[in-house]
């Protein structure tokens, strides 16, 4: 796969996206022209926010059907439209068929395969594992266009036992969630979490390496390709490796020598 454009599009309730400078880091990662863009759903129309609001997931133990959404519903991802910070309670989407949504808003002259859109957004997509039978949080959807969900990164991967544990046992006793979340603080990201600009690398990564090379995730803990289950792992990958390992900086390496032939 060769790709020429990299296009990313803003979701401007996150700002510690930090757009221009991730702009930055996949220019000179991938040497490849990168364009920033406004959020991708401003001035979309209703047929969009009905088609939208028909992903929800209200049943995270079953499979997608098609949400036939409600007039209230659609309003909602009208406002949300215009601003995306509108947001009270965390809702699932079915990240995929959102995906879908997304797809269909970009023109057919740059949804050509040289062309690769990343949009971010704030709403939480998820994916349903067979596995378990359940919907599962995910950060990133792997896809032209690729979605990468801020709330799924701090959703998704679970933060520590010992903090769910304290919390329960805590809750019970009526004592002080918010101390208890102060003791973990640091430990897992949280919303407005200054570190999620570098984080978000990673999965940029991620959605690159899958387009380019079929290949998402890396087994090791030390490559930002891992697929972190924990915000520990997540943390650890990102943070305190914060880089490819031998195997994928190699794969890029050599894709970014090809660009120059
Ligand atoms: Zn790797």
Request: net charge negative; aromatic share 12%.
């Amino acid at each position: 796969m060769k790709i020429s454009k990299i296009f990313l599009y803003d979701e401007p309730s996150v700002p510690e996206i930090n757009i221009s400078e991730l702009a930055d880091f996949l220019k000179s990662t991938f040497k490849i022209d990168v364009e920033v863009r406004k959020n991708i759903l401003r001035n979309s129309d209703e047929v969009t926010a009905q088609k939208i609001a028909s992903c929800r997931i209200f049943n995270p133990r079953k499979p997608f059907e098609i949400h036939e959404p409600t007039l209230e519903e659609i309003k909602f991802e009208q406002e949300n439209f215009e601003d995306t910070s509108r947001t009270e309670n965390i809702i699932m989407y079915d990240g995929f068929e959102f995906q879908k949504v997304i797809l269909e808003l970009i023109s057919d002259n740059e949804l050509t395969s040289e062309n690769f859109h990343i949009v971010f957004t704030n709403k939480l997509t998820c994916s349903y594992d067979f596995n378990d039978y359940r919907y599962h949080g995910r950060a990133v959807i792997c896809s032209n266009p690729s979605i990468i969900s801020t709330t799924g990164i701090i959703e998704a991967p679970a933060k520590p036992r010992d903090y769910y544990m304290e919390l329960i046992s805590n809750i019970r006793q009526g004592l002080n969630v918010k101390s208890i979340k102060k003791k973990y603080s640091g430990k897992y990201l949280e919303y407005n979490d200054s570190r999620l600009s570098k984080i978000i690398q990673g999965y940029l990564l991620q959605a690159l390496f899958y387009y380019l090379f079929e290949e998402a995730f890396c087994e090791l803990r030390e490559c930002v390709l891992f697929n972190a289950h924990w915000q520990s792992d997540l943390m650890y990958s990102q943070l305190e490796s914060g880089k490819l390992c031998d195997n994928h900086q190699k794969i890029l390496d050599d894709f970014v020598k090809n660009l120059n032939l």
